[in-house]
């Protein structure tokens, strides 16, 4: 019984901690604009400097270094349009990357990947975060009853990125200090592989890609600087 009493106040305590840090970054980002400009920064919050190169992002797409673009389109996902690439490399290996761009200055990432999962009818399995340089991916395997993929996917932003809305939450409201934004784009790394094969010895091929895609992103749409 005390066992039990004591990993239910750890929980509890983990709770509470959580709370309060959730709630001391949403003050952060407040509390600039409000004493400088009398309005709380959750009602008032800074625009998005790099709306026009992510509205362009959406239409026209990316040149990715090391890869032609031999199809690309928007295609509807959930409530909102996505930019579909179908890449190939020297080697012919193919690949395809789904970017979806925020549009408005007020838009938060919230339910991409349910929606990019639900559209496909992907059952998926495997999870796993990994690091690439700045960024955290999540790497898991998606399947269908004809074709089977390795997918990494995150929530890109000028200087990182994450799968976890929570985590470009927290970047922005940093951003906020300095009245700036974390812009993001939600981006989907897809690679055919044999059906329901293991993923891990794909890796090696996606992460080059997710380190060009996320460069590129970084270099040409998401910095205003």
Not at 72 to 90: P, R, S
Not at 115 to 123: I, V
Not at 149 to 173: E, L, T
């Amino acid at each position: 019984m005390l066992t039990s009493l004591s990993k239910s106040l750890r929980v509890n305590l983990s709770k509470v901690v959580l709370l309060l840090i959730v709630s001391g970054l949403v003050l952060l980002g407040a509390l600039p604009g409000y004493l400088s400009g009398g309005k709380w920064r959750w009602t008032a919050p800074p625009e998005v400097k790099v709306l026009s190169e992510l509205r362009s992002l959406k239409k026209e797409g990316l040149n990715i270094s090391g890869w032609q673009t031999i199809e690309k389109k928007n295609v509807q996902i959930g409530d909102h349009k996505w930019m579909y690439q179908e890449l190939q490399d020297a080697s012919q290996t193919k690949a395809s990357v789904l970017f979806y761009p925020q549009a408005r200055s007020i838009d938060q990432p919230q339910v991409e990947w349910t929606d990019l999962e639900g559209s496909q009818g992907w059952k998926t399995d495997s999870y796993r975060q990994i690091q690439i340089d700045s960024i955290t991916v999540e790497f898991h395997r998606a399947w269908t009853q004809n074709q089977t993929y390795a997918v990494m996917r995150w929530y890109a932003w000028a200087n990182g990125g994450h799968p976890a809305p929570m985590q470009w939450f927290i970047s922005d409201r940093l951003a906020q200090w300095q009245n700036q934004r974390a812009a993001w784009v939600a981006v989907s790394v897809i690679l055919p592989i044999e059906p329901l094969e293991d993923i891990e010895p794909h890796r090696s091929r996606l992460e080059p890609l997710v380190q060009t895609v996320q460069s590129t992103l970084t270099n040409q749409v998401l910095r205003s600087n």
